[in-house]
């Protein structure tokens, strides 16, 4: 009896792994890696694109703040203001108002972010309107319209 005495080893098997079998396994491990990182960039910007549109609706509801607290001026068509208008000028109410509320918005939501405030003797249209190119939805402007009744 032998004791301690293995039996010979073929050259033929296999003592460990392959450099090619280490190159296919980083290979895998690298897309599945880019392909996590490309997930999360998609991530960043859905939420980033749902702040936004979080932060529009704080603001049209800070301008319908103001129309409630006079609601005369806006029956009266004061608060009126177009997409394209300039800032009010003036120091009443609704024109302090709608100057501070259009700089928060461009603050808030960026330079190209504009507000439109249209009343009648019922109610008022109120848009707050921006650039949302990097969301993932394939439109660049986005416009929130919430309408308050008198």
Same mark, same amino acid.
């Given at each position: 009896m032998m004791i301690g005495i293995q039996p010979p080893v073929s050259n033929q098997s296999q003592q460990g792994i392959s450099l090619i079998e280490?190159?296919?396994t980083v290979l895998v491990l690298s897309v599945g890696l880019l392909g996590l990182a490309g997930l999360q960039l998609t991530s960043l910007r !859905? =939420? &980033?694109s749902a702040m936004e549109r979080s932060v529009g609706v704080v603001q049209s509801y800070s301008i319908i703040e103001a129309i409630r607290a006079d609601p005369d001026s806006a029956k009266a068509n004061r608060f009126d203001i177009a997409l394209d208008a300039a800032d009010p000028t003036g !120091?009443?109410?609704p024109? !302090?108002?709608l100057s501070i509320w259009?700089? &928060?918005i461009q603050e =808030?939501?960026?330079a190209d972010a504009v507000g439109a *405030?249209?009343?009648n003797n019922i109610r008022c249209t109120?848009? *707050?309107q921006w650039d949302d190119s990097k969301g993932t939805d394939g439109r660049a402007t986005q416009q929130i319209i919430t309408e308050v009744h008198l």
């Open positions: 280490v190159l296919i !859905n =939420n &980033q !120091n009443t109410f024109a !302090n108002s259009r700089e &928060q =808030n939501l960026g *405030v249209s009343c109120v848009i *707050v």
